[in-house]
């Protein structure tokens, strides 16, 4: 089994919360070999925890007893680890449905739902396996997200010698507008000091993101319209009318968010330009003064020279 297995991450952590009070509370569920105690920074809301068991240890019971459990007025969150190696977006961010799928296009029948499911249901109960590419590609919805990450930690995983592709799937209204907003606003934080590098990453783990929806996504719409199209009778004109004017409205809120964010763009320029503007006059009208005072200066100068030569 995956060494991984036996690594569980404990996340909203207390800030108050001691390293070693939290790791005596979860070492009365196994031996613990290892583990790394995070505290709040500034790239890191609150304090976490990475805690390494024995083989022995049944980490599945320990998620289950403790799920939400309250440690300094905190409710905990617990999940397994997942390899370096995994998109950073699986690692961070818990989700119930599993993407599987085989490497090339299949026309193979026995690749269906009900085998998908016969085969992963051993690692949790299964809510829906639905078709994204027939034969091909599928989607499972676990009850448990703990079910997901023991099957992606079980991997390779085959069917007739093929090795099967597992992903993470993150729901869409997880994966919006609103990431790219928090990005923004920690960038421009003056009280947050993001490296170049930081936010770089932070960029392309979103971006990841959002374009691995967006292509299931697709694939979902694309199978759902073929699947509607074999099934429908008279109403086929209809049923095709009405998913176009769908797409069609998705297709233009995208288009008005893209829009919108050109306008936000163009008044920040705006903004730019106007402050740059206030900042020559101030600095024009600053110059006028000190020449002005100048002026007087020479001018009181010259009056009392005149004084001192009469």
């Known amino acids: 089994m995956n060494r991984n297995q036996y690594n569980l991450y404990v996340s909203n952590v207390s800030n108050k919360t001691n390293g070693d009070r939290l790791i005596s509370y979860f070492s ?6 290892s583990y790394t105690f995070f505290a709040k920074n500034s790239d890191r809301h609150c304090a976490a925890a990475i805690i390494t068991y ?4 049944d980490i599945d019971y320990i998620i289950k007893q403790n799920q939400r459990i309250e440690f300094d007025n905190r409710h905990l969150f617990l999940r397994r680890t997942l390899p370096i190696v995994r998109p950073a977006f699986e ?3 818990a989700s119930n449905e599993l993407l599987l799928s085989l490497t090339y296009l299949s026309d193979d029948e026995q690749f269906n739902e009900i085998n998908i499911r016969k085969y992963f249901i051993k690692y949790g109960p299964i809510v ?16 448990d997200a703990n079910s997901l990450d023991c099957a992606i930690l079980d991997e390779p995983h085959f069917y007739n010698d093929n090795e099967l592709v597992l992903r993470k799937y993150i729901s869409p209204n997880r994966v919006d507008s609103s990431s790219l907003k928090r990005l923004l606003s920690n960038q421009n934080n003056k009280t947050t000091k993001f490296s170049f590098q930081e936010r770089v990453r932070r960029l392309k783990h979103m971006t990841e993101a959002i374009q691995f929806v967006q292509k299931v996504e697709f694939r979902l719409i694309k199978c759902s319209y073929e699947e509607k199209k074999i099934k429908v009778n008279k109403k086929q ?10 797409l069609r409205n998705k297709s233009n809120d995208l288009n008005q968010d893209i829009e ?6 163009n008044s920040l320029k705006l903004l730019i330009e106007q402050n740059q503007r206030i900042q020559k006059h101030m600095i024009d009208l600053y110059k006028e003064k000190i020449q002005y005072e100048q002026n007087k200066a020479n001018q009181l ?4 020279n005149l004084l001192n030569f009469r």
């Open 91 to 93: 690692r961070f961010m």
């Open 28 to 33: 009365q569920f196994g031996k613990i070999e």
């Open 301 to 304: 100068k010259e009056a009392i």
């Open 237 to 246: 004109n209809d049923d095709m009318i009405k998913l176009n004017i769908e």
């Open 128 to 143: 829906s396996c639905r078709v994204v590419i027939p034969y091909t590609t599928f989607l499972i919805d676990y009850v």
């Open 54 to 57: 024995g083989i022995s240890t």
């Open 260 to 265: 919108q964010l050109k306008q936000t763009n």
